[in-house]
Structures are given as C-alpha cells and as structure tokens.
C-alpha cells in the first residue's frame, strides 16, 4: 500500500496519496453483475428476495415492482440503475438492502447513493440489529442527488443492513403513492466519516465477489443417474461464504445421455448433497421423468424447448 509522501519523481513531489486497495464494502453497487437476469421488464416485489446480485428487496404495506432502469447520467458518467416503483397507494415502504458481510464492530462507516425519486421520503438507512441512523432525505423532485449517511457500529456485531429506500428514518413507513418511484445508483458503503466518488472495480473482480454468495449453472453438467435421480458434481468458480443451498427457476428440467436417449422430467425438485462444500457444488435433481433414465449411466444436463430450469446455487445472508 502506498500513502504519505512520495520521494521526488522528475522534479516532482507525490503527496497525499492515500491507501490503494476495494473501499466500498458493498458489492455490485452499480448493478453491472445480473446472474438472476434482471431485466428493464417489471417484475412484482417480494420482500427479502433478491432481484440483482447482493440486492434484496424491502417492501411493507404496498404492492410494487422492480426492474433495470434506461442508462443516464449520473453524476458525470452513465449507469444502469436499479428501479422500484410503487404498485399501490398506502402506508409503507419500497426499496432495496444489501446485508454487509466485510465490516467490524465500533467502525465508524459512511454508506452513500445516488438517487432519483419523487417522493419526499426517500433516503438511505443503516440499521445494525438496534440501532438505526438516516441520512438526508431526498426533494423528491425526481432529479438525481446524492444521500450519504455516517454511522458507527455499536451493537450486533453480526448485523448490518444498509437501505436505500422510500422509507422513515426508523425503518418505518410512510404515505406512498401509486406510481411513486426511487432509482437508486453508485451505491456505496466505506470506512470513515466522508462519503467518496464510487468506487468501480473491474468486472471480472465484481462477478467473484457477487459468486462468494450466489452462482448459477445454466447447461453443460454431467451428473450420474440413479433411480430417477441425476447427482451432479459442480466446482465453484470461488469459494462460497457457506455450504450452498439449491433451487431450481422451474420444475421442467431435461437431460440427455451420451447414446441417444433423451429425459425430460416435470415436478423437477433439487436438494443439496451430502458431499457439497463451500468448494464444490454436489446436488441431485429428481422429478417425474418422460422416460426411465439408465441406471449409473452418464447424463448431460441439456435444456431443450420449454425444459430450461436453471440452478440456483445460494450461500446469502
């Protein structure tokens, strides 16, 4: 790491630099990793699931939706944001959180956005398990502005959750509107008291630390057949927080042998094996198959016309 002052280079002095290395310890704050395939199409909001890699949704008392908003400017350069907008008109709260993971207790932390809504309310909010600290609210002109909100680490040292949201400064709710909207971008958490420019860190670097939490695998595994059951064995492009859990985006799921026989299986269910790590990703997938697989013959995970369930691999918080 380099800070302080530099000797002389070229007849000129380097000084002030400060400590290099990732400072925003939130992860994907610009929303470039999309492993659940957000798209600008409105999904419906179900709170505490996630909609975007580390973003979890957070809505009380109103309906709503989520999706990718157009690219525009923010703040000198163009971003996708992440948008929410309220379904119904009542007493509530809309938004996302992300769970911090990389912090330690008695840090003082500043968490920043960039957010565009037009509803009065809308404001960051850190909350460590009991203590809850709000940042500046938004005009709710519908431009972009920057919220920021410094906090210390007083409780749970095993919690913090940092919101940017339509929401009180207690976590409670408030009069929202059918049609009310936050756009949330450049969101970032820090140690110290100054909320700095956002931190972009090389894609490649992002999708590794959004894979520690969650991963998918789309086509292409081989698994071993017994019964009805394939078990597969899949090597995690990172070690995974935790042992992982599995679920499937649908309950069509198809595999194909090496031969020429093809299975495509309804009510597809997986579970975890018992040999799954935080390494290595073993599960197997049962349903009711089309066909009778062969037994301990190899099988190809292959998806095919309308059988194209997807494996979610999990270790969230």
């Not at 769970?99 to 008695?106: I, M, N, P, T």
């Not at 936050?182 to 999708?207: M, N, P």
């Amino acid at each position: 790491k380099l800070s302080g002052t530099l000797p002389a280079l070229n007849g000129a002095s380097l000084t002030n630099i400060p400590p290099q290395g990732r400072k925003n310890i939130l992860i994907n704050g610009d929303f470039r990793i999309n492993q659940r395939n957000l798209t600008a199409s409105t999904v419906a909001v179900t709170n505490n699931a996630y909609n975007i890699d580390r973003m979890k949704n957070y809505l009380i008392g109103v309906s709503g939706t989520v999706a990718l908003g157009d690219a525009e400017a923010v703040n000198g350069t163009y971003e996708t944001p992440l948008k929410y907008t309220a379904g119904s008109t009542a007493s509530g709260r809309i938004g996302g959180y992300q769970a911090v993971e990389d912090y330690h207790y008695g840090e003082t932390l500043t968490a920043s956005a960039w957010v565009k809504s037009d509803n009065a309310n809308a404001r960051i909010v850190a909350y460590d398990g009991s203590t809850t600290t709000s940042s500046n609210t938004h005009t709710g002109g519908g431009a972009w502005e920057l919220l920021k909100v410094t906090f210390t680490q007083r409780t749970n040292p095993d919690q913090l959750y940092i919101w940017t949201a339509i929401i009180s400064a207690t976590v409670g709710s408030v009069s929202i509107a059918s049609g009310d909207y936050i756009y949330i971008s450049k969101f970032q958490c820090e140690r110290g008291s100054v909320a700095t420019d956002f931190e972009r860190l090389h894609k490649g670097e992002e999708l590794a630390l959004c894979q520690r939490y969650f991963t998918t695998v789309t086509k292409g595994l081989f698994g071993i057949n017994t019964g009805n059951a394939i078990n597969f064995s899949h090597s995690l492009p990172v070690e995974m927080r935790a042992s992982p859990t599995f679920s499937l985006t649908s309950t069509a799921f198809r595999v194909g042998d090496t031969v020429a026989q093809g299975i495509s299986y309804t009510n597809a269910s997986v579970a975890a094996n018992s040999y799954s790590s935080k390494q290595v990703a073993v599960f197997t997938i049962d349903g009711s198959p089309d066909n009778t697989p062969t037994n301990y013959r190899t099988y190809l995970y292959e998806p095919l016309g309308s059988y194209l369930a997807a494996v979610h691999i999990s270790a969230e918080l």
